[in-house]
């Protein structure tokens, strides 16, 4: 019996986070013996040679000035700095921590879109907004035992992603997406050159290494593929709560991957942060102010990482 659109939306986006969070892992693991630094290099020349074919085959790179776009270099620049902060907390803190913050992120866009650009946003979502960043900071636990100063570096990041969101939805729809995707690619990698000294030097990688990148990087691209297949096929209320699987993925691969227990504050404060997601898209719903989907399920919910 075949699927429904939303069932086959929710699966498709399902896959798209088990794609986003095994890159995470793998990432992780091999950040144990090689600095991020090259990781951002080496994974990022995959990535970028991978979109830049796919972008070719589309026309989408027929006028490249076209990245030099002040919104684009906007969102390439925070792009570039959200992977950075993202990496650095990923290879220090468990990967279902760095996830569960990450969870607060639409909020942190509904809030952005309100201050600069004054879209309604009602007192209830305002405070389903403020009730999801105390459970932000049930996980990170300022000035507790537990803290982490890489828990404030995986909240810049939030922030970096936040202000690349909002220069996305500016962005004139004259440029092509794939085009941007490239762009933000290629920058990601030169920086992970730029760092590569910085962050430790070079330590020439394996070939069981370099595959390992090859396919992080493949995983994002297929987690990019299914989402747009999922934004596409049904309908936003139904399909946004199942980006949250990402946060059930991140759990079990730090299991079973790199042996981490979620402790009780992470599991209190990430049960918050979806439980204040998921009443803000009822919300959505309620008061019919429907957002794009691409707006509030697409890739804008995570790092690009390319």
């Given amino acids: 019996m075949p699927l429904s659109p939303n069932m086959r939306a929710s699966l498709f986006m399902t896959v798209s986070m088990a794609g986003f969070t095994l890159n995470d892992a793998i990432t992780k693991y091999i950040a144990e013996s090689m600095n991020m630094g090259q990781v951002m290099l080496l994974r990022g020349t995959f990535a970028t040679a991978f979109i830049a074919v796919l972008a070719w085959h589309q026309g989408a790179l027929a006028n490249l000035r076209l990245a030099l776009e002040p919104l684009v270099l906007v969102r390439v620049l925070c792009e570039a700095l959200a992977t ?19 969870q607060a992120l639409p909020l942190g866009v509904t ?16 405070l389903s907004i403020a009730v999801g960043f105390v459970g932000v900071a049930i996980i990170v636990r300022p000035g507790l035992d537990g803290f ?10 939030v922030v ?66 299914f989402i747009i297949h999922a934004v596409r096929d049904g309908d936003i209320s139904f399909v946004a709560p199942f980006r949250y699987t990402s946060l059930l993925f991140s759990i079990l691969l730090g299991f079973v991957m790199f ?8 599991i209190i404060g990430s049960a918050i942060i979806v439980g204040s997601g ?29």
Avoid: H
């Avoid at 982490?148 to 990041?157: E, I, K, N």
């Fill in 84 to 102: 950075i902060t993202f990496l650095i907390a990923l290879a220090n803190l468990p990967i279902a921590n760095v996830s569960a913050v990450l």
């Fill in 111 to 126: 809030m952005g879109a309100a201050l600069v650009y004054g879209e309604t946003v009602g007192w209830r979502r305002w």
């Fill in 148 to 157: 982490s100063f890489y828990s404030l570096v995986t909240l810049l990041c």
């Fill in 160 to 225: 970096f992603c936040v202000i690349r969101d909002l220069a996305t939805r500016r962005i004139p729809e004259r440029i092509p997406t794939l085009l941007v995707s490239t762009a933000t690619a290629a920058a990601v990698t030169l920086c992970g050159g730029v760092l590569v000294v910085p962050m430790g030097g070079w330590n020439t990688p394996d070939v069981s290494t370099l595959a390992l990148l090859a396919v992080a990087a493949g995983l994002l691209l297929i987690g990019y593929q």
């Fill in 259 to 266: 042996n981490d227990i979620p402790d009780l504050p992470m």
């Fill in 278 to 306: 998921l009443y803000m898209l009822y919300r959505e719903r309620v008061v019919g102010r429907s957002k794009a989907a691409s707006e509030s399920v697409g890739p804008g919910m995570t790092v690009d990482g390319l």
